[in-house]
């Protein structure tokens, strides 16, 4: 028998297709490869501190107590000292701040870091300045004031500027 040209492709296209049919084609596996990425940071030390209004209210000639507050916030595990300044009056000391008032007038008075008012607080750093170690979070601490008793002063408001500063 013989088979055209034709005819002879067309069985062995069929035989072909009919041998592929039942067969599975399989990917080739994918190959990989990995390497390390460094990552890094430096944490730096951080502060901020913020002072609160101290108000003694109406001064009449007898001790008059206030209170205020410093917040600080600083780094984790970072150590600091808030020191106060001694204010604005040129004849001011951190032992003897005033308050200046009317014709030129001063009501001298004190800012202490204990609730009994017996230690000063200023801005010599391991003298007379709060140490404390940052947590993160804002710190709240306390400045107790007093104005003493027996100034005799004109009326009118009597003010001043403190400045805290954070050292860490």
């Known amino acids: 028998m013989m088979f055209s ?19 599975t084609f399989v990917p080739a596996a994918a190959a990989t490869a990995s390497n390390s990425l460094s990552v890094s940071a430096t944490v730096q030390a951080t502060c901020t501190v913020t002072a609160a209004t101290m108000a003694f209210g109406n ?10 507050a410093v917040s600080v916030t600083c780094t984790n595990a970072t150590p600091y000292t808030v020191g106060l300044s001694a204010g604005a009056a040129s004849s001011a000391t ?9 014709a030129a007038g ?6 202490f870091s204990d609730p009994s008012r017996t230690l000063n607080w ?18 709240a ?15 009118g408001p009597y003010t001043d500027t403190v400045i805290a500063t954070i050292t860490y």
Do not use: C, E
């Not at 040209?5 to 009919?18: C, D, E």
């Not at 001064?59 to 205020?68: E, L, M, P, Q, V």
């Not at 200023?122 to 710190?139: F, I, L, W, Y």
């Open 5 to 23: 040209r034709k005819l002879k492709f067309a069985i062995r296209a069929a035989v072909l297709g009919s041998l592929t049919f039942g067969l």
């Open 59 to 68: 001064y009449t000639g007898t001790a008059a107590n206030a209170t205020s």
């Open 94 to 102: 951190v032992n003897a701040r005033k308050m200046t008032g009317p």
């Open 106 to 111: 001063l009501l001298s008075y004190s800012l």
């Open 122 to 139: 200023g801005q010599t750093p391991g003298s007379d300045t709060v140490k404390g170690t940052g947590n993160g979070a804002v710190q």
């Open 141 to 155: 601490l306390t400045v107790y004031g007093q104005a003493p008793a027996g100034q005799h002063l004109a009326p």
